[in-house]
């Protein structure tokens, strides 16, 4: 009796490593849900996985209707490993806000498996506006309501919600102009078309040493290594609070933990390499890890968050 009862538990014990050390025995494929330059990363880390774990990952972007589309897809997953997203902010938590019809959930729709990174947002003016310092504009807007156009990527995004906590903090008047993607904005930034912008690093690309544009403020927890004398909006507004800017990995909900941490621990090597590092920062993004408590943590802050920015911007779910 003794002999059946451990033979039953060591088959119990026994399936967890088993997985781990047969996973994976096919390509994997990473759907992505964010657009534009985060693209190089999930490609880096597809290139570096794709060794240790003796398979091909393919990248797939599903980042049509803000990156819902691709949420779905993975939400309705096997959870068997085979199926990655790598999802940020603005498809992950921003949708539940912004329609009424998001068939997931942040947190219980997925397993969270790892941070990686964080886009560098900064704010850049045409080089003829009269001033160089978010405090400057804000001034400036004051005395002139209505004279500033800021062009954002798109309605219920992380930059537009930036701009809106800047209004409710200064109270000042400016017009939004709602566009498709960061290029857009920067050029009719550059021709003024409008007066400022909200940008990622990466869209900016070499117009800011050109002299075609001017960073006037960064909207990062911390000053930008590319910009040391440029203060943050913080700095330059009390009570701002920077939004967040993320780029994690989740696999669908009920993802076996052994899978969890072998994928955490490969992609924290590749994370952690220098040529990763110096890639990421020459396109407007920096490594910052974390684990999937944290990214969790994240998402939670991150609800309340964008919750408070909706409600601010007064936008209506449709």
Not at 89 to 103: E, G, Q, T, Y
Not at 158 to 177: P, R
Not at 293 to 316: H, L, W
């Amino acid at each position: 009796m003794k002999k059946t009862v451990f033979a039953a538990l060591a088959v119990l014990a026994v399936p967890g490593a088993v997985l781990a050390q047969a996973y994976p025995v096919k390509p994997i494929k990473t759907i992505m849900t964010v657009g534009g330059g985060a693209e190089l990363i999930a490609r880096i880390v597809a290139q570096g996985l794709a060794e240790p774990l003796g398979q091909p990952v393919v990248v797939e972007v599903q980042s049509g209707a803000g990156g819902s589309i691709g949420q779905e897809a993975v939400a309705r997953a096997a959870p068997d490993g085979y199926t990655l997203m790598f999802s940020s902010v603005s498809s992950h938590v921003a949708p539940i806000f912004l329609s009424k019809n998001v068939r997931f959930d942040p947190i219980k729709s997925y397993t969270p498996i790892a941070k990686v990174a964080e886009s560098i947002l900064l704010i850049a003016a045409n080089p003829g506006e009269p001033y160089s310092t978010v405090r400057e504009m804000i001034d400036y807007a004051k005395r002139n309501p209505g004279k500033i156009a800021y062009g954002t990527s798109g309605v219920g995004t992380t930059h537009h919600f930036s701009a809106v906590m800047i209004t409710a903090l200064s109270g000042i008047d400016w017009v939004h102009v709602p566009y498709k993607a960061g290029p857009p904005v920067v050029t009719d930034l550059i021709t003024g078309q409008i007066q400022v912008g909200f940008v990622i690093l990466g869209t900016l690309g070499g117009y800011v040493n050109a002299g075609k544009v001017k960073v006037i403020g960064t909207n990062m927890t911390q000053r930008v290594a590319q910009f040391p004398q440029i203060p943050t909006v913080s700095e330059q507004l009390p009570g701002y609070e920077p939004p967040p800017t993320w780029l994690s990995y989740f696999g669908p909900a009920g993802l076996p933990q052994p899978i969890v941490q072998r994928l955490y621990t490969e992609i924290m090597k590749i994370m952690h390499l220098p040529e990763t590092r110096a890639k990421l920062e020459a396109t407007g993004f920096v490594v910052s890890t974390g684990s999937a408590e944290d990214v969790v943590n994240m998402i939670r802050r991150d609800m309340i968050f964008i919750g408070k920015a909706v409600k601010a911007a007064g936008i209506q779910p449709e």
